[in-house]
């Protein structure tokens, strides 16, 4: 069979109507497996609406030996912007620290005390937050975006690897409901200063104008526990307003 010529590949994008993006036809598989899992989440419609999410949650944090249980608020606007807001459980709320992500920048902010992130923590948040984009699905839609379809996990998982100029490869593995059931990347420990494979496992469900989204996340590093999240209450916006994004 003969490659696509470019003119040909140009001829096929042109044709495709304005606001629709081109599916290369040998990828149909991916895009289908896809679209059954916009459905599942919630719809193409709903997850249009509201790409921000906010909730409150609690979190355990292992590293370097200890672990630590915080608790807070997380506003995200995925995959640039974010505003996390967290303390130690029983901590008075003076002492929360809050995180901000806005593009490539990025800061925290402690007693009014502002501080920019060192470069290995920043490029660490970046990824964490593209995740999020991910989960929304409908980025996968990108034109920017390419999918390749992966072997099949030991536990049946179908797989595809996303590809993004500028970001990770991420691998998604969907279970037979079109469910989102795990990520894994490679990206960088702001700990060791390494890059190492982060494995990100999601279960459970909320539900919040119609999107169905996650109720538990744990990462851990190759097979390292590092942090396990509990979403107690969710919101979902059509943004995020806060002036600290400005």
């Known amino acids: 069979m003969r490659t696509p010529t470019l003119l040909v ?16 036809p040998e990828k149909a598989a991916e895009y289908a497996l896809i679209d ?10 709903a997850l249009k609406r509201s790409p921000a999410f906010v ?27 974010a505003i996390v807001e967290t303390r130690l459980e029983g901590q008075a709320p003076e002492e929360t620290r ?4 806005n593009g ?3 800061f925290s902010i402690v007693k009014e005390t ?38 099949k996990s030991e536990d049946g998982l179908d797989v595809i690897r996303v590809s993004r100029p500028e970001r990770p490869d991420v691998d998604l593995f969907f279970d037979a409901d079109a469910r989102l059931r795990r990520l894994s990347l490679e990206t960088l420990d702001p700990v060791t200063n390494t890059r ?42 059509p943004g995020l307003t806060d002036p600290r994004l400005r």
């Open 104 to 106: 490539k920048q990025g």
């Open 196 to 237: 190492r494979r982060q494995n990100v496992k999601l279960d459970g469900e909320l539900v919040s104008r119609g999107i169905r989204w996650f109720k538990n996340l744990t990462i851990t590093w190759e097979n390292e526990p590092y942090f396990e999240l509990t979403i107690l209450t969710l919101d979902v916006l």
């Open 36 to 45: 059954r899992a916009i459905e599942a989440a919630g719809g193409t419609e």
């Open 98 to 101: 809050t995180l901000v992500i």
């Open 114 to 151: 502002r501080e920019q992130l060192a470069e290995e923590v920043l490029e660490n948040e970046r990824d964490e937050f593209y995740l999020y984009s991910l989960m929304r699905l409908l980025p996968l839609l990108d034109s920017a975006v390419r999918l390749a379809g992966q072997p």
């Open 55 to 81: 909730w409150k949650g609690e979190a355990q944090i292992h590293v370097q030996g200890r672990d630590l249980k915080i608790v807070g608020t997380w506003s995200i606007d995925p995959p640039d912007k």
């Open 9 to 24: 590949i140009w001829a096929l994008a042109v044709a495709t109507p304005v606001g629709q993006v081109f599916r290369a």
